[in-house]
């Protein structure tokens, strides 16, 4: 399924909506679930889509506005379709003094692309986070769940696979 | 009281407040933002701060938020100190980095409070060089524009409209110097509330789109201290006019009923004033039945004539009139032949109010509301029928958590302390309504049809006198009598909320008896009743009958303001009619009453006359006109009082406050309404009130285009107010302020300046006066009911209002009239099918052109109800009593609409 | 007894699991506390430790717990008492939690059950950041086995208490690690800072008392409780008592982090365990406890990492990671980076934070782009001044920016004033994004 696909399911599948009650189950209101719930959605769908908050907001009994306040607060919350991985490139301090500047600038000539946007090939969205606790082996960066560190400008591009066709 | 010293200023101040309450109480001007005497203290904006020391050693001290400050014995604070002030200057500085700086096409500017507070804090030099943070705007609805640029982030809006108003489609949303306020998506904001955030935004971002339409500077408005006509609350408004129209209408504080908001049908209903179907001349309708305008001199002449030859003659009341305009209709007509003019059920409930306001039970203030800890609503959909009442409402709910944050020593101005303290712990609600109602959030809802309703309330208010809930009431599933009582019997102040909107007597009555069985134990006891319109109870109070009885003729009859064809049936109104030789209207709108006049008389608005109101708690109000009326347009007392010297009448009366000694002089119940205002000798320091800002600028220039003379300002022999800047403009009385306005405080928050204390009293009272007290026992009513209709396949119409829609005047705006539904018949599955409807179809009635009802199935609808909106098309409906209701084989769906949407503001 | 008790589990590798924890003396403390001692039995221990937070504040822990109120009421879900575990970790150049939670996710389980105990809550979170998978992941498998050996739940090894431990994995943002932002993220607001009064301690998560703690704080609970009040201060080297995860980022040769007294010298852990300058660089200043720390100079390498020690010279323990700045990088770069972090994670709820951060970036940017004006400097010092102290704003973190922008203004005024006289970076590797805002 491509992401133009996975963008028009509206309704939350039965398993998200299982894990998000299990969520409420030990919470003492159904609001409190809101990022728990957001997140659940997010980890099977990549991103949360206005059809998507409408859902949860649904099932959680608040508005949409509601919702989409607390979902726009928190910076791993996407609104926007990202890649099929997230790269976090680590952009605080340590990682700075380390040179990661210009293994960024690697990673953006590698995958083509600034922080905030996603290669053609759907594959990535790269964006600046906030230090990973891995200082000591700075810089240091997240492809999806995989943590990498000790980072070099002239090998960190070996790390991503090559740009591909659009997946169809 | 506890002693703090403020730059050495030795102060006994009362420690409940907070800092910056208190000092602001005290007349000091120290800048804020976030703080908002409703909304309590949060912190964020950090504008208020001053210096603490820890001690008289202490002379470095640190910056404290006042609004964030308890007062505590000894404390020792500098408002005015380098540091304090230094600390001011560069939060406005920082405030306005990201500012657009767009003052000269802002709406707010000229009131705007963060102009206000940026001349205060005295920041004037900018030295940001960098890029501006920008935002998209929103389309929010016919009521208020949206400018985000203009935003300062005070979290003001998203407090107010969802804490206080229990809105949820607005949010902040995003975070850091992105901090966005809106909706999800454009769309117009649902709460009924929603306008007050056009005074609650220090700043430009929620405008009125009213006013912006025909855009003028508070300086050049022209104002009037008036009163809300939306409803029987009687709010306090200001209304503004320039150029002949009327241009907006602002909040006007008043500390016992609407404070600091009001409702946007208040708020946004009053553009009728300007409509096109305003009536313009006096016209007689001639002989071949044609309307010719005529001149006001030969118009009197004429009706002055048909008086004369008249062997009966009566008038008709009007509760949208003034008091003063019934009163002369009934001094013309006399007594006997005086009539209220209102519905049946409408002048019932009318004399039961009067009868509990001149009764021992007591009916609280809107303010006084905000007190009572338990609260049982008897069919009455306060939102949308007395909507001020609402706001009130929820904030009474919020005692729990008060009395929560009392024990756990947080002080009550810690807002979002207080909030998560008590999480939804609330004061108890019972709803007890028909349909789905919008405090039903905040309380625990029950939908009965209006019998069950009277049912219900009969059997509370005898099981509180037997001490005991009664079984037999109880075996009813949908409510729980026993925990009504309970709540009521322990509350330390119950109130009982009641009303006209379900147009059934009986529940008044059962309401009556529940506050009756409960002040017998408990003096705090409240009962609050509404009724249909602005003045009910003025009419009320000068005639109980309501129509003359079918087929009684009359050779004149004059109904003053009343399209009679809005409260009752076209068969009945047809039959009068018939009855009737020489219909004569005053009325300022075309209506179908006024279409079918032999005379009509041209009548002022509430923002071009003086009147009298008196609110469902029986206080008498005082409302002025901004501006004169047009041509030969005049108050309806003034059409009246000529045709009464016409017929030797009232002949010593010639000025508004001779009428109302002579008012209080033949009806001493009403002795007070004298005092509602100070009379037209009033004057400051020897000069009249000013209708216009000194500031006012143009005058000179506004009718150049026509002579370069300036014309006199017209003279005002009937108030103390004037139509010019020229007189005293800033410190006069509250019921005569036009505007609030003071040195340095150019917004609506200049109010502080005018109160005893902080949201308290206005300093000379409040504008308005209770006109009734009573000592006497209300009458104990009994059930005329025997049980709940199970069984019973009856079906009945409930009325269902509308805040946009339902009521006469607001819905002739266009911007009101967007916002109203179309019509709808609300019904559960199991009466749908006794109907044999289903959703798709529609309702017709079997006589008549009103239009079908499109069907819409809800399951919490009681059972036999057939739920209507209130509204002009819906009339026919709502006169039935019994059900002659069927489907309509003939109906097809309007294209795109494939279902009714009831709910109130998604159109 | 050992002297590196938070870390005597750890070999970087797998993740400790119940019986190697078990085996090493672990979840022996609830043997012998739960049931056995009372409640006050515990805190005094705590309170006789003389522990300090270690989460950045350094607030006496036995203090901040004397504050919950004991009387429990009992009604519903409404009476519970809620210990957090704040495992936020977001400062920059903090990098010590990670290492218990993913390799000794029983000992933090351990102390918060005993820690739950002494203040009598029952139920608890650990608010992880949501970077955090792989110790999310060792986590949630350790609680799970802590709850079927029964040291969780229900009527814990059969003494009638009872806690329920959920992890809560952040949706991202450096504010939730402020206490009282992290208790509204954890009801699922928006992590926006409350005021205090009320604290947590008497209304907190949902409005009920709750603690917040510190990963190491909690953990350094289990060893006061098993070996004494007295063994924990002894420790210490000085006044401070235990021990402390200390650790080093920037160019030295052996960056990383270890336990360490509390007291031991600057210069021993950066020379002896941090290895030292890596070769052709030296040390300019450095950060003493991350990010929202005051620059400390080389003059100051001989001073113990004890609170007030550190605080006398005019910086904060922190978090006690040090980040090194050396003599090769541009420190106006450097504090225009960190900036650049405290601007973007603002909450946005107070101006000065909101409006003031940005400010400072944006010039600090101008100035390491050769576009600085000479009036910079005094905007930099009054915007420090505006927002620095605390009580100027909401909550702890502008606060926290202006530490390292208001000591390199002082200690790196020279260069400063070079980037704006020669109105270019005088260090020549200093490249960064170019221009514009924070984003
Ligand atoms: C902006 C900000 C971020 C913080 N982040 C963390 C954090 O990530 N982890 C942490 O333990 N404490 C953090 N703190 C400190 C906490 O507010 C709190 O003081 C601490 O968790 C208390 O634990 P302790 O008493 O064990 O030190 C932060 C404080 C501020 C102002
Ligand atoms: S200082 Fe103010 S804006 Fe900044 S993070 Fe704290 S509360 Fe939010
Ligand atoms: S008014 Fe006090 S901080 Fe905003």
Redo the contacts with the bound molecule.
Sequence with gaps: MNLAEENMISALSEQEITEIEEEISHLPNRQSAAIDALKIVQGYRGWISDESLIAIAKILQMSTEELDGIATFYNLIFRYPVGEKVVLFCDSVSCWLMDGDKVCAAIKRKLKIDYGETTSDGKYTLLPVTCLGDCDHAPAMMIGEELHHDLDAANVAQLFDEPGEKAS | MTNITVDGRLLEVDDSDNL?QVLLGLGEDLP????HPELG?????????VVQYMNEDDKRGRVV????TAITEGAIFSVQGEKASNFRTSVIENLMLNHPHDCPVCEEGGECHLQDMTIMAGHRDRQYRHLKTTFRNQYLGPFIGHEMNRCIT?YRCVRYYQDYAGGDDLSAFASRDRIYFGRSADGVLENEFAGNLVEVCPTGVFTDKILSAHYTRKWDLQSAPAVCTGCSLGCNITVSERYGQLRRIHNRYNGEVNGYFLCDRGRFGAEYVNSDDRIPYCGIRNTDGIYEANSAKNTLVHVGALLRDAKTIIGIGSPRASLEANFVLRTLVGEDNFYSGLSGPEAEIGSLLLSVLKSNIKTPSLAQVEDFDAILILGEDTTNHAPRLALSLRQAVRNEAKNLARDARIPLWADAAVRKLAQDARSPMFILTSSDDRLDDVGIPSRLNPDDIALAGFSIAEAINSHAANDDADNDSRINIASIVEALTNASKPLIVTGSSSSSPEIVKAAINVANALAKHNDNTGLIICTDEANTLAVVSLGEKSLPEAGAAADVAIVLENDLFQRFADAAMEDWLEHVTNLIVIDSLDNSLSSRSDVVLPAATFAEAQGTYINNEGRAQRSFGAFKPKGDIAPSWDWLLRLCHGQDLLQDVQHIDELLRTIAEILPELALIVNAAPDAGFRDHGQKIARMTHRQSGRTAMLADVSVHEPKQPEDDNSALTYSMEGANQAAPGSLRAFTWSPGWNSNQSINKFQDEISGHLQDGDPGIKLFTGSSAVAHFVSDKSGPGSGNIRIRVVPRWHIFGSDELSNKSQAIRSLAPSPYALLNPNTAENLNVQTGDALKLDSGDAPSLPVSIEDNVPDGCVICPVLETTRAYLHLSDGVLSKDDDWTAPDGQEDVIVSDRRP | MTDKPLTRNITIGEPTDLSAYEASGGYQAIRSTIGKLSAADVLDMVKDSNLRGRGGAGFPTGMKWSFVPMDKTPDGPKGHKYLVCNADEMEPGAFKDRLILEHDPHQLIEGMILSAYTIDADIGYIFIRGEYHTAAKRLRDAIMEAKLKGYLGENILGTGYSFELYLHSSAGRYICGEETALLNSLEGKRAIPRAKPPFPQVSGLWGRPTIVNNVETLCNITHIVAFGADWFKSLGLGDDSGTKLFGVSGRVKNPGCWELPMGTPIREILEDHAGGMQDGYELKGFLPGGASTDFLLPEHLDLAMDYDTIMKAGSRMGTGTMIILDDKTCPVAMVRNLEMFFARESCGF?TPCREGLPWIYNILDDIENGRGRPEDIEILERQGAFIGAIGNTHCAHAPGAIEPLSSALKFFAEEFNQHIEEQRCPYSHASGPKSGRTH
Excluded: H, K, T
């Design positions: 910056l804020y933002f976030c703080w203290s949060v912190g964020a904006c950090r504008q208020c701060a938020m006042s609004c964030m005070c | 107070c």
